[in-house]
Structure formats: structure tokens, C-alpha cells
T-cell receptor
Framework: DGGITQSPKYLFRKEGQNVTLSCEQN?????MYWYRQDPGQGLRLIYY???????QKGDIAEGYSVSREKKESFPLTVTSAQKNPTAFYLC?????????????FGSGTRLTVV | AQKVTQAQTEISVVEKEDVTLDCVYE???????LFWYKQPPSGELVFLIR??????QNEISGRYSWNFQKSTSSFNFTITASQVVDSAVYFC?????????????FGTGTRLQVFP
């Protein structure tokens, strides 16, 4: 079945460490997105990519980095510069058609700083 | 400016009650798309509906129905005879121009709690 796979489901990070969250899709979607969700809050866009080897900052990109070397993969690195990284991270993808068919979401990664 | 407002932060109902989740949007586009997603406690957002701005017919899917009114820029979601399994956070979303990017703008979500 086609879908988006995020791993790991839970991740613990020590202060000062960089961690990378994986997002892989087999939907042949052009665009991929990373969102952050804090308890009781909505979705905030971190980064998005509409084509391989290109990506744009979202609303809260500071302290994060991404790469898009393959169409299927869009990993997110949470760097030590991110002051408050504990949150739920959601990856999504969409085709780019001009007819906006909406996003398919992964099941998320819950990151906790210990 | 493009914006989606979900003014209801949290709603609590008792099972079998009907409940309406409000969504008001602002857009400069004449052609746009509206969506509703459900986020159960497991965390993954699940697609519920997509509506084209040219189609103002209301839609019903089982216990779910959607009321799209361009005159008031609203796209409200009603659950009839709510059940405990409907407990989730519900997000309304709007296509962000230019439409050829296929990006979405999300509201802040409404948490629905259905008690037995």
C-alpha cells in the first residue's frame, strides 16, 4: 500500500545533540512538508520541498535543516540550535497538480529532550 | 491575506448529541479548495473531505455532513449522533495561492471530546 512512513515513532534527545527524523513516501508525490505540533496547538510549517534538491523555509525553520536528495525522502534534522525541540513532528506529501488534492500525512514522530 | 479560523478550541458533548465544528476562511483566490482532516489520539491526520469553491452543494457521508457557504466564507462540519470514536482534533484547511504549489493553510484545530 502507498503511504508515508515516519520513523522513529518516539525519539529522545539529549541537550546539545542533533537528531534526524526520517520521512519516506512511495506515493510518487512531488511535494513534501514538515510540520511541528505542540500540545493543544495547531500545525506550524517548518520546511517544504516541491522538487528534488530544492526546499523552502516555512514559518518556524530556525534550528532545523532538511535535505531532498531523492523524491521519496525528506529527512528533518533538529539541531542543537533549536531551543525547544520537544514536540510532535508530522511529515506530509502531496502531488502538485494545480487542483490541490490535499496532503497525505505520516503517523508522526514524538521528540522529547531529556 | 489567506487565513483559516476555527474559533472553537474545544467542544465537549455527550454521545448521541449532534455537534457542529465551525470553519471560516479568507482568500483572494476565486478558485480554491477546502478540506477537513481528523487527528485521532494516534496522531496521524486523516483526510475527510475536499471541496472545490465552485461546488456549493452540501455533502453528507454517513453521520458526517458539510455545509459550504461562500456568502459567509464558511465550511462547517456537523457530526450527527456523535460517538466516542469521534473524539479527535479536527482541522479545516484552505488551498494557499498560487494554486500551482498545492500548498494548504491550516486552522488551529478544534478538539472534540465525546463522552459516553
Amino acid at each position: 500500500d502507498g503511504g508515508i512512513t515516519q520513523s522513529p515513532k518516539y525519539l529522545f534527545r539529549k541537550e546539545g545533540q542533533n537528531v534526524t527524523l526520517s520521512c519516506e513516501q512511495n506515493l510518487n508525490h512531488d511535494a513534501m512538508y514538515w510540520y511541528r505540533q505542540d500540545p493543544g496547538q495547531g500545525l506550524r510549517l517548518i520546511y517544504y520541498s516541491q522538487i528534488v534538491n530544492d526546499f523552502q523555509k516555512g514559518d518556524i525553520a530556525e534550528g532545523y535543516s532538511v535535505s531532498r536528495e531523492k523524491k521519496e525522502s525528506f529527512p528533518l534534522t533538529v539541531t542543537s540550535a533549536q531551543k525547544n525541540p520537544t514536540a510532535f513532528y508530522l511529515c506530509a506529501s502531496s502531488p502538485i497538480t494545480g487542483s490541490n488534492y490535499g496532503y497525505t500525512f505520516g503517523s508522526g514522530t514524538r521528540l522529547t529532550v531529556v | 491575506a489567506q487565513k483559516v479560523t476555527q474559533a472553537q478550541t474545544e467542544i465537549s458533548v455527550v454521545e448521541k448529541e449532534d455537534v457542529t465544528l465551525d470553519c471560516v476562511y479568507e482568500t483572494r483566490d476565486t478558485t480554491y479548495y477546502l478540506f477537513w482532516y481528523k487527528q485521532p489520539p494516534s496522531g496521524e491526520l486523516v483526510f475527510l473531505i475536499r471541496r472545490n469553491s465552485f461546488d456549493e452543494q452540501n455533502e453528507i457521508s454517513g453521520r458526517y455532513s458539510w455545509n459550504f457557504q461562500k456568502s459567509t466564507s464558511s465550511f462547517n462540519f456537523t457530526i450527527t449522533a456523535s460517538q466516542v470514536v469521534d473524539s479527535a482534533v479536527y482541522f479545516c484547511a484552505l488551498s494557499e495561492p498560487p494554486r500551482d504549489t498545492d500548498k494548504l493553510i491550516f486552522g488551529t484545530g478544534t478538539r472534540l471530546q465525546v463522552f459516553p
